[in-house]
């Protein structure tokens, strides 16, 4: 079974604290996503990769980073975290991009 | 703008009722995705359909993919408690999927 895990269930940040949300993937899939869910607004992608070391922006990328230095890890990175970026971050991983699957969450509330 | 329109969002019915929840689009996708989730989870891949008009059968679930690939229904028979959860299509394109906001599906015993 493919199993993506996230490193936190739940955190709790400070407006303007840098954070950094961390995923790995044990299938070897090539492809890695990042969305946030907010009730009313459904899941929005946030950026996504291909491969090792490249990255592409999603609808919302504005406020996020990302990094991905090896295959199985996709990084999320909040520069300067603000209260709008209070959410649920879902990570997700495929070998072709329509069929993801995707970790347990992280609910970040910023403070 | 939201490509993927679901319908209904919110449905509350009995154990042991049918059910069919939409999800409509005006663009054609190659692939449509359902998945359903659980509150403080992620969401889990249920089924995947390419062709238009394809229907799957998973146990008491039927998706149905539209002949023209713009739309999908789920179909869920004799429902139960278990199946309750929020169900989400998703419709992919251009390397990446697109979401629809989802249908939150509660079912009594």
């Known amino acids: 079974d493919v199993k993506v895990t996230q490193s936190s269930r739940y955190l709790v940040k400070r407006t303007g604290e840098k954070v950094f949300l961390e995923c790995v993937q044990d299938?070897?899939?090539?492809?890695m996503f990042w969305y946030r869910q907010d009730p009313g607004l459904g899941l929005r992608l946030i950026y996504f990769?291909?491969?090792?070391?490249?990255?592409e922006k999603g609808d919302i990328p504005e406020g996020y980073s990302v990094s991905r230095e090896k295959k199985e890890r996709f990084s999320l990175i909040l520069e300067s975290a603000s209260t709008n970026q209070t959410s649920m971050y879902l990570c997700?991983?495929?070998?072709?991009?329509?069929?993801?699957?995707f970790g347990p969450g992280t609910r970040l509330t910023v403070l | 703008t939201q490509l993927l329109e679901q319908s209904p969002q919110f449905l509350s019915i009995q154990e042991g009722e049918n059910l069919t929840v939409y999800c409509n689009s005006s663009?054609?996708?190659?692939?449509l995705q359902w998945y359903r989730q659980e509150p403080g989870e992620g969401p889990v891949l249920l089924v995947t359909?390419?062709?238009?008009?394809e229907v799957k059968k998973l146990k008491r679930l039927t998706f149905q993919f539209g002949d023209a690939r713009k739309d999908s229904s789920l179909h869920i028979t004799a429902a139960q408690p278990g199946d309750t959860g929020l169900y989400l299509c998703?419709?992919?394109?251009?390397?990446?999927?697109?979401f629809g906001r989802g249908t939150q599906l509660t079912v009594w015993p």
């Open positions: 997700a991983s495929s070998l072709a991009y329509n069929e993801q699957f």
């Open positions: 299938m070897d899939h090539e492809n």
């Open positions: 990769s291909y491969d090792v070391k490249m990255k």
């Open positions: 663009s054609v996708f190659s692939s």
């Open positions: 359909v390419v062709t238009g008009g």
């Open positions: 998703a419709g992919g394109t251009l390397g990446r999927l697109y």
